[in-house]
Nanobody, 124 residues
Framework: QVQLVESGGGLVQAGGSLRLSCAASGLTFSRYVLGWFRQAPGKERDLITYISWLSGDSTYYVDSVKGRFTISRDNAANTVYLQMNSVKPEDTAVYYC????????????????WGQGTQVTVSS
């Protein structure tokens, strides 16, 4: 049974930092592209970043987080991270990690496995 469990969310002031973690089990972690999505109230769930499978040498960031957020993976620990710096109130959302085998995708529907989400709230 595949499980993705996010942690690290919470309340942070604008300009601060937060580090999200997503621990995976039940899958061959290195073979999966890992993505972080977020969903604000009344909005769709959108991809903000992904990291390629195995070496993780390819990453993608949506423009709104580029230069502020960093995705990384530790295959030995079966964990993907999202370092969030210089956060803004508009970063407030539920953050989800997701896994997809091999080829990267921007589409949520293409991801095979999802975590339960963790709330990030940025106060101004």
């Amino acid at each position: 049974q595949v499980q993705l469990v996010e942690s690290g969310g919470g309340l942070v002031q604008a300009g601060g930092s937060l580090r999200l973690s997503c621990a995976a089990s039940g899958l061959t972690f290195s073979r999966y592209v890992l993505g972080w999505f977020r969903q604000a109230p009344g909005k769709e769930r959108d991809l903000i970043t992904y990291i390629s499978w195995l070496s993780g040498d390819s990453t993608y960031y949506v423009d709104s987080v580029k230069g502020r957020f960093t995705i990384s993976r530790d295959n030995a620990a079966n964990t993907v991270y999202l370092q969030m710096n210089s956060v803004k109130p508009e970063d407030t959302a539920v953050y989800y990690c997701a896994a997809k085998s091999f080829a990267a995708s921007f589409r949520a529907d293409d991801y095979n496995y999802w975590g339960q989400g963790t709330q990030v709230t940025v106060s101004s």
